[in-house]
């Protein structure tokens, strides 16, 4: 029998990537866009047209390839979508000595 390794809550991570806390949040917002379109029974051609994006580009977002597309795009699409973005800046814990950054669906 082989080891199991646990990873953390971000794959990115545990794969090392160094921008892994924002391309876990890009990652979350892409699984929210595409739940939302697929919630509407949008076709892409519809969605990327609501949201102000090439199909192309949507596509790529729906499948993880969203390394050109910035967080603020992706609230935009959002928004685009219906839904209210609230932004919360609070004190870390003294327990860490940076904060950062998560996202919440209500």
């Given at each position: 029998?082989?080891?199991?390794?646990?990873?953390?809550?971000?794959?990115?991570?545990?794969?090392?990537?160094?921008?892994?806390?924002?391309?876990?949040?890009?990652?979350q917002l892409a699984s929210k866009i595409g739940d939302i379109i697929?919630?509407?029974?949008?076709?892409?051609?519809?969605?990327?047209?609501?949201?102000?994006?090439t199909q192309p580009k949507l596509s790529g977002l729906l499948r993880?390839?969203?390394?050109?597309?910035?967080?603020?795009?992706?609230?935009?699409?959002?928004?685009?979508l219906g839904r209210d973005i609230e932004i919360v800046v609070k004190?870390?814990?003294?327990?860490?000595?940076?904060?950062?950054?998560?996202?919440?669906?209500?």
């Amino acid at each position: 029998m082989s080891d199991v390794e646990h990873g953390s809550t971000n794959v990115y991570a545990d794969l090392d990537f160094p921008d892994a806390e924002e391309m876990l949040v890009k990652a979350q917002l892409a699984s929210k866009i595409g739940d939302i379109i697929k919630r509407r029974k949008l076709t892409q051609v519809q969605a990327a047209e609501l949201l102000g994006i090439t199909q192309p580009k949507l596509s790529g977002l729906l499948r993880g390839q969203f390394r050109g597309i910035s967080e603020s795009k992706m609230l935009e699409c959002l928004t685009r979508l219906g839904r209210d973005i609230e932004i919360v800046v609070k004190t870390a814990p003294r327990s860490r000595s940076e904060g950062h950054v998560s996202v919440v669906f209500a």
